[in-house]
């Protein structure tokens, strides 16, 4: 099957919505995800989004940024992002965007850990889903856009660094062989490589397989975020996420016979650290969340969803220890791009989570990849449609064995990350 069209993007998440709806009316678009379209990590996102409310919260913004990051971020990109958030922002308000408003009807704010100010834009608890949604509405009414799923892409079509489209397989296993004038890998991040993510298991970083293959430059792979209080699960190839605002509440960590072990208000990555190593000198599968000294009522009215979940799952939190276990959450690294979302190969852009903009740094403020996604698509968006006429297609055949290049990606992505991030060998699906 053979398709045709000027932009190509692969991945149906947040990036991929925002920067389809921001592309000129004119331009033939095509949108490809490799399984249902709500299954991104978009769709997950409880939390919010950021948001600079003036000049001096872009201040705050920057230094807050900063210091999550562990001062490995890229300035230029944190002051970028800064300068071009509100716009973005409003941008997704005139898409019709619900976020959560007082009764004067002006827009409420909330924190996170790190933030040291109330910046965060939300819609209750479901805030990438209602904002998916809502993009997504205008999606399907633009006659210039077309949507197909179930189609994994494996490889990317290229000549001479200049990139002519992608190529995948679907469901049936049928090739599928997609000719554009500019490729967009919106493909997300690195969960699905994981024994525990929090991430949806068919996002398995092929968009940096891809660039590695290709030698297009990628950026700061061993940034990888582990959350360390994951639910604990054998039978669910994606956790439920324990918000450490449970732990900030005064919830234990504690051992199978149960010590405390580490000083819970440490940052995420030195706990899940900590775990980790537990897990190994004991030799057991997880550790538990011990929050029982909190109190039923409270717990039920401070955590509804979390008590409600753990219940379903068997495990009451005024009474019962939670199994919990360090899970992948979020990558920061990725393939390297400019601030317009262009990769080092012509015709080719990267955005959302699988780009590495120099935002984050180390590890990533809660709630900043959103924003990320939106400006960032936003900009790529722009920068496509002054550059969209002076492309033209070129048809070049694939000669290479598919099916074989589907297991390298993974092999290539695992070995590499085992390379880099020896800490984690033990996390990694085995291939
Ligand atoms: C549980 C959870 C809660 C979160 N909460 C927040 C929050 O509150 N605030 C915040 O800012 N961030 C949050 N994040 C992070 C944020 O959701 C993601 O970083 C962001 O949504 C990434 O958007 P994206 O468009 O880059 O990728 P995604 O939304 O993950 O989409 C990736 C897309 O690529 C497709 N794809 C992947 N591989 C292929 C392939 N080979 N072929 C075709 N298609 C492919 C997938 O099907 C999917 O459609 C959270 C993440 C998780 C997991």
Not at 67 to 82: K, L, Q
Not at 88 to 107: E, H, T, W
Not at 321 to 346: C, E, R, W
Not at 366 to 378: G, Q
Request: some cysteine; glycine content about 6%.
């Amino acid at each position: 099957m053979t398709y045709n069209c000027d932009v190509l993007i692969i991945g149906s998440g947040l990036a991929a919505l925002n920067l389809a709806i921001n592309l000129d009316k004119s331009i033939d678009i095509l949108i490809v995800s490799n399984s249902k379209l709500k299954d991104c990590n978009s769709y997950l996102a409880q939390g919010g989004i950021t948001t600079i409310k003036d000049e001096k919260d872009k201040e705050l913004f920057i230094k807050d940024t900063l210091v999550a990051g562990e001062n490995a971020n890229d300035i230029e990109t944190i002051n970028f992002v800064s300068e071009n958030a509100n716009k973005s922002i409003q941008n997704l308000v005139k898409l019709g965007v619900p976020f959560n408003k007082d009764k004067n009807n002006n827009l409420i704010y909330t924190k996170e850990a790190a933030h040291s100010t109330n910046r965060i834009l939300y819609c209750d608890d479901s805030s990438g889903k209602v904002i998916w949604k809502t993009i997504f509405s205008h999606i399907i009414n633009r006659k210039n856009i077309d949507i197909i799923d179930n189609v994994e892409i494996v490889d990317i079509k290229s000549e001479n660094n200049n990139c002519y489209g992608a190529i995948g397989i679907d469901e049936n296993k049928n090739i599928m062989n997609f000719n554009s004038k500019i490729t967009v890998l919106a493909t997300g991040g690195i969960g699905g490589l994981f024994k525990n993510s929090t991430n949806f298991n068919n996002i398995k970083g092929i968009g940096v397989s891809i660039a590695l293959r290709h030698n297009i430059k990628v950026k700061d792979l061993e940034y990888i975020q582990m959350h360390p209080t994951a639910f604990y699960s054998t039978n669910s190839d994606k956790r439920f996420l324990i918000s450490e605002s449970v732990r900030g509440e005064g919830a234990y960590i504690v051992n199978d016979i149960g010590e405390r072990f580490v000083n819970e208000l440490l940052p995420r990555n030195k706990v899940s650290e900590r775990i980790l190593k537990e897990k190994k000198n004991r030799n057991i599968d997880f550790v538990y969340l011990d929050a029982r000294h909190l109190g039923k009522n409270y717990l039920q009215n401070r955590f509804p969803k979390i008590y409600n979940f753990c219940l379903e799952n068997g495990y009451d939190m005024s009474k019962d220890l939670i199994p919990i276990h360090p899970s992948q959450h979020y990558f920061m690294g990725g393939i390297a791009v400019d601030k317009n979302s262009k990769t080092s190969m012509n015709n080719l852009y990267a955005c959302g989570e699988v780009s590495c903009t120099g935002l984050h740094g180390k590890n990533r403020l809660a709630s900043n990849s959103l924003l990320e996604a939106v400006v960032f698509s936003e900009s790529a968006a722009n920068s496509i449609n002054k550059e969209i006429n002076s492309k033209d297609p070129k048809i070049i055949n694939y000669t290479n064995n598919l099916f074989e290049i589907k297991k390298e990606n993974i092999k290539i992505l695992i070995d590499t990350f085992k390379k880099i991030r020896e800490d984690l060998s033990d996390e990694f699906y085995s291939y």
